[in-house]
């Protein structure tokens, strides 16, 4: 086969890091992103801009790629699968709409006896108050959530306000004394075919992620059970590509998936310099139908995340022979945004 042409879906930092690492393998990459100032654009080869329900857009995008895939979970169903009967989408859009709805991906979860929090779905403020024996908790929007982004932290009924939009649909989670989250990233290139990263441990502020470590201090129990999940949840979905687990890990040593991201992940950006292959070129590698390569950590290494006014020092730093700093080219600094990361090897 000749080296196809990759087209991705979301122009932000990891359709770009996608981009970036397709461009070092010879696969050329189509970004079709809804923002005309995406990052994307200094990335891909080819950059379109226009409204994902666009139908001129689509045709536009799909007449240029010979495959197409996707940088965060948030596109309408509807549209993947108009895209996947011209040209495949992968990971396959069926999986898509299982995990942008907090409610089907925590079902799909514990169908597969996969330990999460406990939760209730919540349609009204009525169901909200039948349930406020789980408090306190977090009230989580069923869709479209990101980075904290619609969660209501509950801790007793008297924080049940008009503030809560009730308009939309949530569910209640059982907030539990957190003492470590982890995430395992896994590439899936076929029936029991991977390459699987070890747990990373991450530490967020205000609910963004900004640490990431290899390796995670956790014990060889937490570390083979977490793997063996995150290699169920992959053999379940029948998912090609780059997926990431996460996981908290509670003051008894209980493990809980949190949630799946079916994409390269914020948590594994770390894996460009820790390892001879990272997640962006896994995950090139297994929807382009590439050759798997043994995939081997060559550092111990730590990656922050530059959020916000945070980039303007790196821009000008002089950077020591171990430090890598990636600066996603955004237009803007706003507030809680991710600007950019830097990873720091252990050589
Ligand atoms: P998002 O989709 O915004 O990433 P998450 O469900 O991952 O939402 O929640 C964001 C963060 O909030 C988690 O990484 C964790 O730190 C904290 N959190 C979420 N749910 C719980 C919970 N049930 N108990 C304790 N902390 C939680
Ligand atoms: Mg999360």
């Known amino acids: 086969m000749n080296t196809p042409t990759l087209g991705i879906i979301g122009g932000g930092q990891l359709g770009s890091l996608i981009a970036d690492a397709a461009k070092k393998i010879d696969i050329k990459t ?65 999986i898509n709409q299982l995990i942008q709805h907090r409610e089907t991906e925590k079902k799909f ?32 929007t069923t869709t479209l959530g990101y980075d904290g982004k619609g969660q209501y ?15 939309k649909e949530y569910i209640l989670e059982k907030l539990i004394h957190l003492k470590k989250e982890i995430s395992v990233v896994i590439t899936r290139y076929d029936q029991n075919s991977y390459e699987i990263y070890d747990p990373i441990e991450n530490i967020h502020k205000d609910q963004i992620l900004k640490y990431s470590t290899i390796p995670s201090d956790i014990s060889d129990d937490i570390r083979i059970k977490s793997i063996g999940w995150a290699k ?24 809980y998936s949190n949630e799946i991201a079916p994409r390269v992940h914020n948590s594994g950006h770390l894996t460009m310099n820790s390892h001879n292959i990272s997640q962006f070129e896994n995950h090139v590698r297994a929807v382009c139908g590439l050759e798997k390569i043994k995939t ?38 706003k507030n809680k945004r991710k600007m950019g990361h830097i990873t720091i090897i252990q050589k």
Request: net charge negative; glycine share 2%; charged share 30%.
């Open 30 to 94: 189509v970004i079709l992103s809804d923002d005309p100032n995406a990052p994307g654009k200094h990335f891909a080869a080819k950059f379109i801009f226009g409204k994902y329900d666009d139908d001129t857009t689509i045709n536009n995008f799909i007449n240029k790629v010979d495959l197409v895939t996707y940088e965060f979970e948030n596109i309408p169903f509807t549209i993947l699968k108009k895209i996947n009967e011209k040209k495949k989408v992968l990971p396959k859009p069926e």
């Open 109 to 140: 979860l514990n169908d597969n006896n996969i330990t999460t929090t406990k939760y209730v779905t919540i349609k009204n403020e009525k169901d909200l108050r039948e349930n406020v024996d789980l408090l306190p908790g977090l009230l989580k």
């Open 153 to 167: 932290k509950l801790n007793t009924v008297d924080d049940i306000t008009n503030e809560i939009d009730f308009t």
């Open 232 to 255: 169920l949840i992959a053999e379940r979905l029948d998912y090609i590509g780059t997926l990431c687990v996460e996981f908290f890990i509670d003051a008894d040593d209980n493990l």
């Open 296 to 333: 081997k950590k060559l550092y111990d290494a730590k990656m922050i995340n530059l959020i916000g006014d945070d980039i303007t020092l790196y821009r000008n730093k002089t950077l020591k022979d171990n430090e890598f700093f990636y600066d996603y080219l955004k237009t803007e600094i």
